[in-house]
């Protein structure tokens, strides 16, 4: 699709590509711009209570920190690297993953993805209101659920018009938005540092044991499964990163993009909790940055937009690369009313929409064993050689309808991921999980699983057909 020549006085163009890959005249993005887009996506008041969750689990403050510092040293580099699938072809990610699954095998992920980013606008959305209201409390504003109603639609009715709008808006509203967040953020940080006093080294959990669990789960929370659970969404973005772009550069805006904001309000979160304040997000904001209520209001509604303006454009994308053949802006519109819709409900029934929240949670298990699957297929059997041309077509693609041997992978990586699972949801927590003092490491069994299988049954196979139709001997 040629790019749009729709372009508003204020220079911000319309983004009418679909899955198609982006041409480069309309790749202009820098991994500066990728970087921020990033950052917003990330400070959002639910990193307060992950990062609290360490304490909760019985860690000291300096075992927590140390956690979610080492943790997503490791999600955010797998991060990075997904985000150089973008950048090299041009092309999001869900239609990257035909390559490995095949053509209408990528399907079955695309409707994973589809539904879950519908999911997470409305969770979003919900998990941010009460603390909305308590800010406005503290501002004179008072209300019950009608205003919480109104805080909400005015909330939705934004991030649906940036995500209508598309890549290029998306990269303006975090472009001017972000630096000041940040900085509010800094503002947020001193003030908690010179009213708190944390206790650094007290544990509640003192066995080796209790540790290893308190650890494991911690990082599947806010350590290396943060970053994972953002994989699907990855090339979404950097196929608009200008052709020119160093890999580099690429890999290390968008990381760090991921790292700084998620290691930063994770740590402030552990660090309030150690101090007794509690780790409910309107406590902490309401106890600890009172006299910052204006300014603080601005950061938290901030968080829901800028989060959810790429769960609303990544699941157009995910709904283009199943085969629904509709406008891109279409699809986000459905899928912004679809949000809507279960965020009116949860507005209504709090008991569901926390049950909704965990159950969420737990089901993004499916990410570590199809990344698995994804990484190998790129860097390792096909070592970044793609055909691009050859992911849109039909029939007679090299890349075959459906690649079974994928499928089974993947399908062995999610029992694998289950059975080291300790999910908030009963059904969610596996044998392995269970026997071993309810440990979580479903990240790692997932992705060695699934990833160790596909490898196993394709690599002859893959690496063959990648290197015959590049001219090179295998």
């Not at 001017?176 to 509640?204: F, G, H, K, N, S």
């Not at 969404?233 to 990163?241: H, I, K, L």
Request: charged share 10%; glycine share 10%; proline share 5%.
């Amino acid at each position: 699709m040629r790019p749009s020549t729709n372009t508003p006085p204020d220079g911000v163009p319309f983004d009418d590509h679909g899955v198609e890959p982006i041409p480069a005249s309309a790749r202009d993005s820098t991994p500066w711009q990728q970087f921020w887009i990033w950052t917003g996506a990330n400070i959002a008041p639910i990193n307060w209570v992950l990062g609290s969750l360490g304490v909760t689990l019985g860690l000291s403050l300096i075992e927590t920190i140390t956690v979610i510092a080492i943790g997503n040293l490791i999600g955010c580099a797998v991060f990075g690297l997904f985000n150089l699938m973008g950048h090299r072809t041009g092309v999001n990610q869900m239609v990257i993953g035909r390559a490995a699954f095949g053509i209408k095998g990528a399907i079955v992920p695309g409707v994973v993805q589809g539904l879950l980013t519908m999911g997470w606008v409305g969770v979003n959305t919900w998990v941010v209101l009460d603390l909305t209201l308590a800010i406005l409390a503290r501002m004179g504003v008072h209300g019950s659920v009608g205003l919480k109603y109104l805080v909400a639609a005015v909330i939705m009715a934004v991030q649906l018009l940036l995500a209508l709008y598309g890549f290029y808006a998306i990269r303006t509203f975090e472009k001017y938005t972000v630096p000041a967040t940040v900085v509010i953020m800094a503002i947020m940080t001193v003030l908690a540092v010179a009213q708190v006093d944390p206790e650094w080294a007290t544990a509640t959990a003192t066995t080796p044991s209790d540790k290893v669990t308190a650890i494991t789960q911690l990082l599947t929370a806010i350590g290396v499964g943060w970053g994972i659970s953002w994989l699907p969404y990855s090339a979404d973005y950097s196929r608009f990163v200008r052709p020119g772009a160093s890999r580099s550069s690429v890999f290390w805006s968008t990381a760090l993009g991921m790292y700084v904001p998620t290691v930063w309000l994770a740590a402030l979160g552990a660090y309030l909790s150690s101090s007794g304040t509690g780790s409910d997000p309107s406590d902490l904001v309401t106890n600890t940055f009172g006299l910052l209520a204006v300014p603080v209001l601005l950061l938290v509604m901030h968080g829901p937009v800028a989060t959810n303006i790429l769960n609303l454009y990544s699941c157009s994308l995910a709904a283009l690369s199943v085969g629904i053949r509709i406008a891109r802006w279409k699809l986000t519109l459905i899928a912004g009313g679809v949000a809507s819709a279960v965020l009116a409900v949860f507005v209504q029934s709090d008991d569901f929409a926390q049950a909704f929240d965990h159950w969420m949670v737990s089901i993004l298990v499916w990410i570590s064993p199809w990344a698995s699957i994804l990484l190998v297929d790129f860097f390792v059997t096909r070592r970044g050689r793609l055909e691009v041309a050859s992911l849109y077509r039909a029939d007679a693609s090299p890349y075959g309808p459906v690649n079974g041997r994928a499928l089974l992978a993947l399908a062995a990586g999610l029992v694998a991921a289950w059975s080291w699972q300790y999910g908030m949801v009963p059904l969610t927590q596996g044998p392995i999980a269970r026997a071993l003092n309810d440990t979580d490491f479903s990240w790692l069994s997932g992705g060695l699983v699934a990833g160790g299988l596909y490898y196993a049954l394709t690599r002859a196979r893959v690496r063959a057909q990648t290197w015959t139709r590049v001219g090179e001997r295998p």
